[in-house]
């Protein structure tokens, strides 16, 4: 069942209806925002959901249980429970950065998906820039931590903020590298393309030896860093920053930072998918049911990693990526480009 | 601004209105009760009962409990261990600085009373009635993980009862 | 060491200085002048038999008649343990500092003197530390001391 | 320009949503804003001082290097995308290139800037 | 490169509610960005004057009072007031009685390295190893629930013996018990032990030396990391220790990842000396000892005991009059009084995340400070 067509159908009749082209591209793309948003929602709260769940499993718990069948509606209770709690300024706070952090960084979280292909043709926009823009988005977050730490005038705040601006600056560069590495072979930014140069199994990145899967592990290594996730989650640290950026914030606010942190890790794992496992590409299956399988299997490597490893250190942190990942990401990039040219694996 | 309190109101002026109350009701009530997050306060040795309710074999994730660091984002702060004078104003400023809704359990019977220190003690708060309000009270010297258990099951009772109209 | 061997050391090296007593039990205690108290401890740290570099516990008791003061020790590379004592009126009770000697009593004296009031000499601390930074009801390990909100346990028989 | 107009209608949207969702929270949920609740949490005691000073984040350094590097990355992105076209040629340019900043990287680490003092 | 800015330092609250300071400590830490240029601990906030309550109890009340002294290992606490009311009086234990307190003793050993090292690891940010500790622990917990009836607070070694002798079924399940700790052990070991992370957190972090953690009066496991093999179990034995073939384990740097390393390799060693005592546990005769009445008057006297601990030296001197039921002073020390003293000098010039590592792996906990 491809969803396409669903869509090509709606867009139809809304030609048919025969009012102007501009408003019917206005409403097609609000239209696709709050279904993208729809769709994300519910990718967010089930990922809360799965990752409580998947947390139990590695600690031979439970989980939720009690609130809908294991649990599977705790996630929305949760929501309607932050909705009704008070929303507090402190005194001091600085009143508009302090409003505006959580709204940049939901929006920013959200409008990476312009160009995120979740099937064949299920792409609101295939930009050109596609994956450049990606990259320049996704840093609008760091933007917005800084935002909540400097704004909360909270001593913990700000250091988490400062702490998360430390990392992305340090994560930001190996992961374009790695990601340039892919380009290379692909010959353009654009999303849909460097899905389309992976049609088979072993065209996909990750495949590519050697430089592929140094690739694939520096990409991984530099998007858990930029999510903020274990072994880097440094800016919320809870055991030394109490809860790092977003200590002050409570009800509706802390659930956008909560939300936009879990479409920011759905969001690095579908970059990850489309570059490096073939994005759509998979037989028998309808196309975004293989985006979503691929997505949701790196999801599961995420949330593996935080349910495993202690924390690093911030030095140890800044330290890792100038030091060791970055050299590394060039040579790879030299590697690729060396290869592409002699035309290894270049199937 | 608390608009949600005129519902029942208005509300009940159409026919039918009455389900709209009643169903708002149940949903935000139910969602408050199965979604309590607590507070990591612990003083003495409740704290490491509470822990133990916590961890894999009583495991408080199962209600939907889980906890959060920072007071703004709990719901309900569990008094786990002895509230000694000095430690009194500190509780007090936590459950202030709580957003609303806000709930308290008292864990233990220091915390309840004073406990076994309500005698010869120069320093221990007899009781954390008089600091903050308690929902629920556990005695037990420490409590054991199931009656910590009952504790919040009476807490989660309590708070589906509560009616929109009464909010704060 | 063996107690007999342990008392006589010490009798002979310090002569007059310290006392035995005979209300310890299983470990050596001796009397020991306030006066001393430093010179002493600088002697048994030093000693090459006794090399006492362990500082296990000073505690202060108030008898209802007077303060005492013990000071638990022992040496880790010689495995021997004494304890000293000093005894002292209420009036002007004051005693010196060993942080010189031993740097972990500082907490211990900080402790003395915040809840019996014991005056500690030569202390580079002497600040709240154990009660509420707004307490003013006066030393509470007193035998005799009271307050509105102290509740006794009843005697039961 | 058409496929930038979802970038703005996407950003619009976002905004919107989350105003949306803040202006219906503030309709059901309670307000009591107090002196003691909106004094800043620093662990259940009074703050000391305030946290808005210039204190030594020790990673401005980092942030220089990020900077070469990041534009650095913009001329790269061209490079990686006509690559395919220029050949050898193109390959040690950009070699070369790299290795400079490579060796900037080295400098700065033997100098000591990579280290979180 | 800094020369040029100005830059200041500011001040933080550690505590008194903070994730990682093990109950209510707090430091007053003055950093220069992320590294601690000062640190000032502020204690009391759990002070709950145990000293006092236990002048105004009589004997056999003191144990109760002494299970909150330090209620990881309560066992421990119970023993060494029981310890020291018996060379006072004069007790003579049963023989079954001691291997019982041994026993007990040493589960509560191992009980209570599960807490710190459940916690260590949360306190560097692993959460999944703390729920595995604890799963154990709860067994070890059902054991001593069906004995005494607690979780906790025992109060099940008692002046002149134990409370009660342990039920038919206490054996086998400890059999059981202790055949599978050391695999459990190893469990814990794979998840952090050769973990790269976790030993960049904890190597050459908090080194402590030998002459500074002596000078500091640091005790137990923290001391054994710094290189000096003292432990009161070899070097003073109570009880019936010295019947026990077990190591010590030393280690060198005295850094946070040896006091890690010290730790587990002790819960083995523990787990060994229960092996032991089951072995030779007396099965003629079943006596566990003549408990006191309520007006005991042990002779005028004065005594200092103390015993190994899971966190150091815990002593508890008492003093009698002779005439009365009730101790005239009963002054407790604990080890981690003195392990939070050295603190101050262990995190100047560390960073903030540091000062958690290091306070993990000091294994402090506030009660004994507090008292």
Redesign the interface.
Known sequence: MELIGIFKYLYEQLVATGIPQVWVDLISLVASAVIIFGVLALIALFLVWWERKL?AD????MGPMLTGWHGLIQTVADAIKLIQKEDITPTKADRPVFFWAPIICFVAAFAVYVTVPFGEGLIVSDLNIGILYIVAITTFTVISLLMAGWGSNN??AL?GGM?SAAQVVSYEVPMIVAILSVIVFVGSLSMVDIVESQALIYQWYIFRMPFGPIAFVIFIIAATAETNR??F??PE??????AGFNIEYSGMKFAMFFLAEFINMFTVSAIGATLFLGGWQGPFLPSWVWFLVKTFGLVFVFMWFR??????????LMEFSWKFLLPLAFANLILAGWMKYSGWFNW | MGIIKKVPVYAEKFPGGGIITTSLNYIFSQSQASSLWYL??????C???L??TG???YDFDRFGMIFR?S?RQSDLIIAA??I?K??AP?LKL?HDQMAEPRYVIAMGGCTVGGG??Y??????EKGIDHIVPVDVYIPG??P?PESLFEGCLKLQEKVKLQKIQDWS | MTFEELTTYLTEKFGDKLEL?E?????P?FLIKKENLVEICEAVKTDDKLLI?????I?A???GEKF?I?Y?LAS?KK?I?F?LKLVMEYEGAEVDSVQEV???S??YEREMWELYGINIKNHDNLTR????DEWDQGH??LKNWDAPDFK??PEV? | MAQYAAVLIFLLVGIGIVLFTFFMSRLIRPSNPYKAKNQSY????Q???D?W??????FY?FALIFVVFDVEAVFLFPWAVAFGHLGLFALIEMMIFIMILLFGLFYAWKKG?LK?? | ??EG????????????????TH??C?F?LT?????IVRAEPV???????L???C???TYAQCI??MD?FE??TSMCCNEVFALAVE??AGIEVPEYAEYLRVIMMELNRIASHM?WY?TT????????P???S??E??DI?DMFEMTCGQ???YNYIRIGGVSKDIPPEFIPKCKEFLATIDHKIDDYER??TE?P??M??NKGVGTLSPEMA????V?GPSLRASG?K?DLRR??PYSIYNRFKFDIPVCHNGDCYDRYIIRIKEMRESAKIVRQALEQLPNAEVNTGKMVK?NFKPA???????IENSRG?M?V?I?S?GDTKKP??V?M?GGS??QL??MPELVKGV??????AIMASLDII??EV?R
């Open positions: 947390s590695f600690q031979q718990r001593k913990y250091l702490r274990t072994p989650d440094l640290a809870e055991q030394e920053l109490v349910w495993t490893y202690p924390r690093l250190r911030v030095d140890q | 990591l306060f612990g003083t003495a040795c704290a490491i009962e822990m133990a961890a894999s074999r660091a007071p261990g002895t000694t000095k430690m500190r936590l076994p220190f005698y010869d003690s120069y320093a221990v010297c420490p054991r | 007593l209300t310890g039990k299983f470990e205690f570099d362990f500082l296990c516990n505690g008791i108030d008898t005492e013990v638990n880790i495995n343990r304890d031993w740097p972990c500082n907490w530390f154990l009660l509420p509470p390990m006794r346990m028989e | 620093e662990c259940a005691e703050p000391i001082g946290s000073i210039r204190f030594n984040n020790r350094i800037v979180w003092v | 490169m800094t800015l100005r830059t200041e330092e500011f001040q933080v609250n550690m505590g008194p509610h903070h994730p990682s109950g209510v707090r007053i950093m220069d960005g992320e590294v204690i009391g906030y759990l002070h709950r004057s000293e006092k309550i002048e105004n109890r109760p009072v909150r209620y990881c060379k006072l807490i459940g690891a949360l306190d560097l940010g692993a959460i999944t703390f729920l595995y604890f799963r622990r709860e917990l979780r906790l607070t998840m952090l973990n992370i976790f960049v957190r002596i000078a500091y009066g005790s000096i003292y070097d003073d309520a005028k006297g004065e005594v200092y005991s103390r030296e002593g001197y003093q009059t005239l002073r002054k020390r009084y003195n003293q050295v960073k903030i995340a540091d000062v958690v506030m009660p507090d």
